[in-house]
């Protein structure tokens, strides 16, 4: 699915998602990575949510965003409350949602200016 038409400046966004990866420009991801709208993490050490912990959450909260989009893949999965307290600790906002909309989400905020971090398990 193409996602964005349009090109914002200065900034990463991502173009498509689909089973082949996401799509951030002209590169595609196949494994879960971290993306904000300056920096991209390509290896994030996570293959399903049961593997976020507070160790893998260190990559995305030394980013210091304001709000946090963890895409779960094809089907939206929660965090155990034993990981939310890490985001309610910070008084970081999250969200939890299935990938390609984590992605449409992430596109939304970061054109808006807001400081961002998805982090995105792709779909297959």
């Known amino acids: 699915m193409e996602i964005n038409l349009e090109t914002p400046l200065n900034q990463y966004y991502i173009r498509a998602v689909s089973a ?5 420009h002209e590169d595609y ?3 879960p990575f971290i993306i904000s709208s300056d920096r991209i993490i390509p290896s ?3 293959k399903t949510v049961e593997d976020i912990c507070e160790a893998s959450l260190e990559a995305i909260f030394e980013l210091q965003p304001e709000v946090v989009i963890i895409g779960t893949g ?3 999965v ?3 409350p034993a990981t939310q307290v890490h985001f309610f600790r910070r008084g970081l906002g999250f969200e ?3 990938t390609d909309a984590a ?5 939304v905020l970061a ?3 807001r400081n961002v971090v998805a982090a995105l398990i792709p779909l297959t």
């Open 74 to 76: 094809e089907s939206q």
């Open 96 to 98: 939890v949602m299935t």
């Open 44 to 46: 994030w050490d996570v």
């Open 103 to 107: 992605c449409r989400t992430f596109n």
């Open 111 to 113: 054109s808006e200016g």
């Open 20 to 24: 082949d990866g996401i799509r951030v």
């Open 29 to 31: 991801y196949t494994q």
């Open 78 to 80: 929660f965090l155990p």
